[in-house]
C-alpha cells in the first residue's frame, strides 16, 4: 500500500490509495522559466488548472457571500494549506541541469488560488536555491505517487522570460501498459518525499530545454 501523501488530505481526498492506484485528480500544469542575464532559472512560476470534476468538489460552498464570485479570501487557505503540504514533495516540480542534478527550492511566494473557466487554478513561484543553466535542463511536473495526475498542458507547457532564448521540447511518457509490465513493483512501494524511483516519474512526461549562445 503506498502512502498517501499529506497534500491530498488537506485538499480533503481522504480515500486510501490502492497499491494498483491510479490518478484521482488531474491537473494541467504550465512552467514560465525565469532567466538571468546569463541564461540560468532562477526561478519558476507555476500554474496548476485542476480538472472540473474536482474543481466542482473542492468549491462547492465557497462563495460564503453568495456574489456569484469566488474572491481570494474565500480561496486562500486552499493554496495556503497546499504550499505548506508541498514544501516536502518540492512542489511537484522537478528541475535538472545537464548532468541530472535536481534543482532545490525556496519556499513558494506569491501563491494565489483562483478561478478560471469554473476550474480550480492554483499559481505560485519557486525561487531556485541555486539557478541551474537553462542550457540542457530538463523540465517535469509530476507527483510522485501517481495519486494526482500532475502533467504539462497541451498548448505551451512552458514559457520564458524573457523570451526568445530558449525553447523546450515535449518528450511524453512510456505508455501506460508497457510501463506497467516493466515496473509493476512500483505500484506497491511506498513513496515518500525522498523516493527517487518513483512511479509518478517513471509516468512523467518531460521537457528538454535547448538555447541559443
Not at 537553462?134 to 495526475?149: C, K, N, V
Not at 512501494?189 to 512523467?204: D, F, H, K, M, N
Request: a negative charge.
Amino acid at each position: 500500500m503506498r502512502v498517501l501523501p499529506p497534500l491530498l488530505v488537506g485538499f480533503g481526498l481522504l480515500a486510501p490509495v490502492a497499491a494498483t492506484a491510479h490518478p484521482h485528480v488531474w491537473v494541467d500544469g504550465t512552467l514560465t522559466a525565469h532567466l538571468t542575464p546569463q541564461t540560468m532559472i532562477d526561478s519558476v512560476t507555476v500554474e496548476w488548472v485542476f480538472d472540473d470534476a474536482y474543481s466542482a468538489y473542492t468549491l462547492e460552498g465557497r462563495d460564503r457571500n453568495r456574489n456569484g464570485r469566488y474572491e481570494p479570501k474565500e480561496l486562500h487557505d486552499l493554496i495556503d494549506g497546499a504550499m505548506d503540504r508541498l514544501v516536502e514533495w518540492r512542489y511537484f516540480t522537478d528541475i535538472r541541469d545537464s548532468q541530472n542534478t535536481r534543482a532545490t527550492f525556496a519556499h513558494a511566494r506569491d501563491a494565489i488560488a483562483s478561478v478560471k473557466d469554473g476550474k480550480l487554478v492554483f499559481t505560485f513561484t519557486l525561487p531556485l536555491a541555486t539557478p541551474v543553466a537553462a542550457q540542457g535542463a530538463t523540465l517535469r511536473l509530476y507527483d510522485p505517487s501517481f495519486y494526482m495526475d500532475v502533467a504539462p498542458a497541451e498548448q505551451d507547457p512552458v514559457r520564458f522570460d524573457p523570451a526568445g532564448r530558449c525553447q523546450a521540447t515535449f518528450h511524453p511518457p512510456p505508455p501506460m501498459q508497457e510501463s506497467m509490465l516493466m515496473s509493476e513493483s512500483m505500484f506497491r512501494q511506498e513513496v515518500t518525499p525522498e523516493t527517487e524511483a518513483s512511479i509518478g516519474l517513471a509516468y512523467a512526461a518531460s521537457l528538454s530545454v535547448e538555447c541559443t549562445p
